[in-house]
């Protein structure tokens, strides 16, 4: 299982550095990493095998922070055009909406929704 993290944040110089601080001195490799938001904060959206020790680490260094997590689904893809039109195009064909897509280590893409099953389904993972 893998688990998006998404910790509402203040979108200034040094949080990046500070999260991803905390996130190592816990232990835990990130998968991926994406930042989304223009203005006075962001989300920061940040791919784990397991949430437990993220959230741990991120209590004890910054209990201000609104954090959230839900389970994705990590698919290998190949680096050709057409792969991310090919899965799209089953997700809609399933009728399963997307709220979360970004891009791992490892030519893999990660998807989120709130049909998670039904995501798996569309993807044969």
């Known amino acids: 299982?893998?688990?998006?993290?998404?910790?509402?944040?203040d979108n200034k110089p040094g949080m990046l550095a500070s999260i991803a601080a905390a996130v190592s001195d816990?232990?835990?490799?990130?998968?991926?990493?994406?930042?989304?938001?223009k203005g006075d904060t962001a989300e920061l959206?940040?791919?784990?095998?397991?949430?437990?020790?993220?959230r741990h680490a991120l209590a004890l260094t910054h209990a201000d922070f609104h954090i959230?997590?839900?389970?994705v689904v990590v698919v290998d893809i190949h680096d050709q055009p057409g792969e991310l039109a090919d899965m799209a195009r089953r997700i809609a064909?399933?009728?399963?909406?997307?709220?979360?897509?970004?891009?791992?280590?490892?030519?893999?893409?990660?998807?989120g929704s709130d049909n998670i099953d039904g995501l798996?389904?569309?993807l044969g993972v």
């Open 45 to 54: 959206h940040i791919l784990v095998p397991h949430a437990e020790p993220v």
């Open 120 to 122: 798996r389904a569309a």
């Open 68 to 71: 959230r997590e839900h389970e």
């Open 93 to 111: 064909e399933a009728h399963v909406n997307v709220d979360t897509i970004y891009v791992a280590t490892g030519n893999r893409v990660v998807f």
């Open 26 to 37: 816990a232990g835990v490799n990130l998968a991926a990493a994406t930042c989304i938001g």
């Open 1 to 9: 299982m893998s688990v998006d993290i998404v910790i509402e944040v």
